[in-house]
């Protein structure tokens, strides 16, 4: 007579609850083409396949709560946890504030030993202090982008050095290491080292598919290598990323991090030439951001909304949306906000042919940053006031402006690509042949190759 | 931090714990997860939340959308415990010295067939890993997949084979011992 598993044992050995040894014994069972046994599994696949799809979960929780039946033990465990979790914030804080004095110590010393400090003094073994680094490389970013990348090779090396153990686990450590390398590739990337920043992005990457990274750190990474495909170009793989991350973010409940997101997402549109899309997209983000707890970001989704109604030709619109968002600005205050203000009063000016208007406004924002060395920027409203001239057919003042913008770039040794588009517009300038298609085709470029020093200009295509 | 902010925020995080203890419970529940198993992955979303308590902005949500993909990672983890036991298990039928020539030819026919059933991209993954015995990193190399890739792309085939063969089971009835 043949010795049929019971029933409880299939099942534990279909939702995989059983030893080695006794799968082992279930799975011959079954590949010898027990019929008998094979029926009796073939009803409990149900359960966990409707696990894998969430969508399917959702819908299911809500109808049935009455009907589950919830075991005693878990009350019994979640206590357990919760009594364990002021010591576990407690120990956070305590280390978060040493290492705080670490990065500080750190921070005094040249990069060399900075390394040697790490590599060799177990005080400097802190997973809070990773951590930091990964935070402030982040903070730096745009400011001091080889500080940022410094910062962030330091959390590599340190990373490498800490056990799981020392970082709470597998799979907190993992979701470190993810997070580290995302960053370095990130800084890289804002240091305009596109190969440096794949290079460490694919690392960040290889360690989603380990499984052990949280959802919270695969949205970030999964974010950082969306901006590096962005600026390499890539935008469909940009977008895809971006959908990725959009779907973490819903399940994750974090409404204003998915705004962040579709802002972000607006971008490659917008830099992909899909005005339309990039509208609808920063429509949305609208809708999930806070203005009151973020109200940066909420700013920026509208600035960025009238600057895209402007550009599709919508300037009534953009300008309504401009009136209603000035106290915005005002409220926020600060110097640069209230030059974007004043920039993108120029450019729906500009839209609405008011071009007296658009002048004025793009004579004080150049002379503006200007005066605080943002060269570039000053180089940006310069070629907006261009497009004024070449619109009221001042010739002489085209070739002026053109002329002082190349005189800016040359001083400041500015990448050669974008000083080449700058020399095209002069030379075309000088021979009166600018049309605002020109203009605008610089503008484009140089606004694109800001982070991106490899692009190259072509003034024919 | 200040030290006087701090019981504030300890208290804030307990009182989210005890709002959202219910629903845990029900989560768990649905998910079938045995309470023993519960610990770990409750410890683990706790610490994450804490590590990233600045970044959350919901955190409630957070820990509800965090503890239920870690869910379904456990039912994955749990699972994949049964396609090592299938495949081990069929590489091992596949292996069987003793078995004599028709015999061995058979079988081989009727893992085939299993095969066969399956969706194609299964097909000669599986065939080059019961004919040839290649291993995951091998399989990539010789399929032209990542090998941060393959593992999942195996899993997956091994999951569509284990469905089938527990269904079906490996030998047909006129090749039963």
Sequence with gaps: ?461 | MSALDQPQVEASLENLLRDVQPRLKVLFARYRIPPQDTEDIVQQALLALIYQRQEVRDPAAWMMGTIRNKCLLYWREQRRKLYDAVDAAVLEFMAEPKAPDQEETDLRRDLSHAIEQLPERCRSLLALRYRQGYEPPELAERMGYSPSSINKITTRCLAALTRHLVATGLLCEDNRS
């Excluded at chain 1, 011959?28 to 894998?52: I, M, R, V, Y």
């Excluded at chain 1, 021979?431 to 085709?441: F, S």
């Design chain 1, 1 to 461: 007579m043949i010795d049929h598993p019971t029933p409880d044992a299939l099942e534990q050995f279909i939702l995989g609850q059983l030893s080695t040894t006794e799968t082992r014994e279930i799975a011959f069972h079954l590949l010898n083409g027990c019929s008998h046994c094979q029926q009796a599994t073939s009803t409990l696949w149900e359960p966990t396949d409707l696990f894998e799809d969430t969508a399917v979960f959702e819908d299911v929780v809500d109808v049935a709560e009455e009907e589950l039946e919830i075991e005693d033990g878990y009350d019994a465990v979640l206590d357990r946890v919760f009594e364990t979790l002021a010591a576990t914030e407690a120990d956070f804080t305590a280390q978060r504030l040493q290492a705080q004095g670490l990065l500080a110590e750190l921070t005094q010393v040249p990069a060399e030993r900075q390394h040697l400090l790490v590599t060799n003094s177990r005080r400097f073994r802190s997973r809070a202090l990773c951590d930091l680094l990964v935070e402030e490389s982040h903070e730096t970013g745009f400011q001091d982008p080889r500080r940022a990348v410094e910062l962030s090779r330091l959390a590599v090396l340190l990373v490498d050095l800490l056990t799981p153990k020392e970082c709470g686990g597998e799979d907190s450590y993992e979701s470190l290491r993810a997070r580290v390398w995302a960053q370095l590739g990130n800084a890289h990337r804002i240091h305009s080292d596109l190969e440096e920043a794949e290079t460490a992005l694919n690392v960040a990457e290889e360690l989603l598919a380990t499984g052990g990274v949280g959802l919270f750190d695969r949205a970030r990474v999964l974010a950082l290598l969306a901006s590096l495909r962005r600026a390499q170009e890539q935008f469909a793989d940009a977008l895809q990323l971006f959908d990725r991350v959009v779907l973490i973010y819903k399940k994750l409940g974090q409404w204003n991090l998915l705004g962040r997101t579709l802002l972000q997402k607006s971008l490659v549109c917008g830099e992909a030439g899909d005005i339309e899309s990039e509208m609808t997209l920063l429509r949305r983000a609208l809708d999930f951001i806070d203005p009151q707890n973020d109200p940066r970001l909420f700013l920026a989704a509208r600035h960025n909304l009238i600057h895209a109604l402007n550009e599709s030709g919508r300037s009534r619109e953009a300008f309504a949306l401009l009136f209603h968002s000035r106290p915005l600005y005002l409220k926020m205050g600060d110097r640069m906000n209230l030059l974007k203000l004043r920039w993108v009063e120029g450019l729906v000016a500009a839209g609405l042919h008011r071009l007296d208007q658009a002048e004025a406004a793009f004579k004080e924002v150049r002379e503006a940053y200007a005066g605080i060395g943002l060269d570039y920027d000053a180089a940006l409203a310069s070629l907006d006031l261009a497009g004024v001239y070449v619109a009221q057919g001042r010739a002489t003042d085209l070739l002026r402006v053109s002329e002082e913008t190349l005189a800016i770039f040359q001083s400041r040794h500015t990448h050669r690509a974008a000083l080449a588009a700058v020399l095209a517009l002069c030379s075309a300038a000088r021979q009166e042949q600018v049309g605002d298609g020109l203009v605008r085709k610089v503008s484009e470029f140089l606004k694109r190759a800001r982070n991106n020093p490899n692009l190259q200009f072509a003034p024919n295509s």
